[in-house]
């Protein structure tokens, strides 16, 4: 008997340089910190929830790169994680490449779920293929994409997050959109609806022993036919002693002799 994860569970991460922004508040100190150490503690508590799941994080900025492959092992997912820089998957936003990565990373699974969390605070200004035609191919292979933007709407430029384009993309394959902004909390908050909405799940599965049994019932009937031959030839040999016993001449003593 053997569990295993019926779900997988990509985190894309947005590293574009207005992560950098630091405009949300620590609630327990008051501090403000830039957006991406804000994602990276939120992320962080999250991941150490998903046990049963396997999890992968996608970053993507001009281009889409994967920083961890789909894995039980979360410790490695966590390392990974915490080795994230701001701009290094270059400045700009490209959201259609990274939910494309994500849905190539994710084909070969046999998982019964796929799920992508998708965060950005920006626009998409550099992908190879558009949003809502990369939600399109996610939701043909069964990939349902949660959004979550934390930039400011009212912002101009590459620095404006399009709620709704991220709100777009989330109906097309079924998921829910959310809008943080300038609160750790709130964002925690969001995290602990996603993890309420996909609760962990496994799938149980019986692995037999491929190992040919069928030298058992073939050793039971030749060891019976073994034995009926052994019975047989017996029987044969005791009644042939029997049959020279019975034809030996008797011995008549003085019998035939006279004067």
């Not at 609806?193 to 037999?208: A, F, G, N, Q, S």
């Given at each position: 008997m053997h569990d295993e994860p019926a779900r997988v569970l990509m985190l894309a991460i947005d590293l574009s340089q207005s992560m950098s922004t630091r405009d949300f508040v620590n609630p327990q100190t008051g501090e403000r910190m830039d957006r991406l150490t804000a994602v990276k503690q939120v992320v962080r508590d999250f991941?150490?929830?998903?046990?049963?799941?396997?999890?992968?994080?996608?970053?993507?900025?001009?281009?889409?790169?994967?920083?961890?492959?789909?894995?039980?092992?979360?410790?490695?997912?966590?390392?990974?994680?915490?080795?994230?820089?701001?701009?290094?998957?270059?400045?700009?936003?490209?959201?259609?490449?990274?939910?494309?990565?994500?849905?190539?990373?994710?084909?070969?699974?046999?998982a019964q779920e796929k799920v992508l969390i998708l965060l950005t605070d920006g626009n998409d200004?550099?992908?190879?293929?558009?949003?809502?035609?990369?939600?399109?191919?996610?939701?043909?292979?069964?990939?349902?994409?949660?959004?979550?933007?934390?930039?400011?709407?009212?912002?101009?430029?590459?620095?404006?997050v399009d709620l709704d384009a991220l709100q777009h993309i989330s109906e097309i394959t079924g998921g829910r959109s959310f809008h943080a902004l300038g609160n750790a909390q709130e964002l925690a908050d969001v995290y602990?609806?996603?993890?309420?909405?996909?609760?962990?799940?496994?799938?149980?599965?019986?692995?037999?022993?491929?190992?040919?049994?069928?030298?058992?019932?073939?050793?039971?009937?030749?060891?019976?036919?073994?034995?009926y031959h052994c019975l047989a030839l017996l029987i044969a040999v005791l009644r042939t002693s029997?049959?020279?016993?019975?034809?030996?001449?008797?011995?008549?003593?003085?019998?035939g002799h006279g004067n």
């Open positions: 991941v150490a929830k998903r046990k049963g799941d396997r999890i992968g994080v996608v970053v993507f900025g001009e281009a889409a790169y994967p920083q961890a492959p789909l894995t039980l092992d979360h410790d490695s997912v966590l390392l990974l994680l915490n080795q994230m820089q701001i701009g290094m998957a270059a400045p700009r936003t490209a959201i259609g490449d990274a939910i494309g990565l994500t849905v190539k990373l994710m084909e070969n699974s046999p200004t550099a992908s190879a293929i558009p949003p809502d035609r990369a939600a399109d191919i996610a939701k043909n292979n069964k990939v349902v994409i949660h959004t979550v933007g934390i930039g400011d709407p009212n912002a101009t430029g590459e620095d404006k602990t609806t996603l993890d309420k909405m996909t609760p962990e799940k496994v799938k149980r599965e019986i692995y037999r022993p491929q190992r040919d049994f069928f030298w058992i019932p073939l050793a039971a009937a030749l060891s019976i036919l073994t034995l029997g049959r020279k016993q019975a034809s030996k001449p008797m011995d008549m003593n003085g019998a």
